[in-house]
Nanobody, 115 residues
Framework: VQLQASGGGLVQAGGSLRLSCAAS????????MGWFRQAPGKQRELVAT???????SYADSVKGRFTISKDNAKNTVTLEMNSLKPEDTAVYYC??????????WGQGTLVTVSS
């Protein structure tokens, strides 16, 4: 299954963006779907995940501002980002975690938040 992330762009601090991740196949069997990000010079970090059962988890830095959701019928995962801060600037990647330890990654979409 291939993942295609989209929706990144340039936004002012306090603004909003919605990222989408479209899968080429079914995401129903995934253990979880998630969004990660990597800022320049930093390691990739977890932003948010949603399990097959719909349980959501978030990094402390985005709690209350970001919302992850998925649509199994459309094989998509979205990340709604509100109250964006300059420190949210990064390349955002979507990930699908499959049974037996395998994973699929999207190509990344750049989010830039200006102050």
């Amino acid at each position: 299954v291939q993942l295609q992330a989209s929706g990144g762009g340039l936004v002012q601090a306090g603004g909003s963006l919605r990222l989408s991740c479209a899968a080429s196949g079914s995401i129903f069997s995934s253990i979880y779907m998630g969004w990660f990000r990597q800022a320049p010079g930093k390691q990739r970090e977890l932003v948010a995940t949603i399990t097959s059962g719909g349980t959501r988890s978030y990094a402390d830095s985005v709690k209350g501002r970001f919302t992850i959701s998925k649509d199994n019928a459309k094989n998509t995962v979205t990340l709604e980002m509100n109250s964006l801060k300059p420190e949210d600037t990064a390349v955002y990647y979507c990930k699908a975690a499959w049974p037996r330890g395998s994973a699929s990654w999207g190509q990344g979409t750049l989010v830039t938040v200006s102050s």
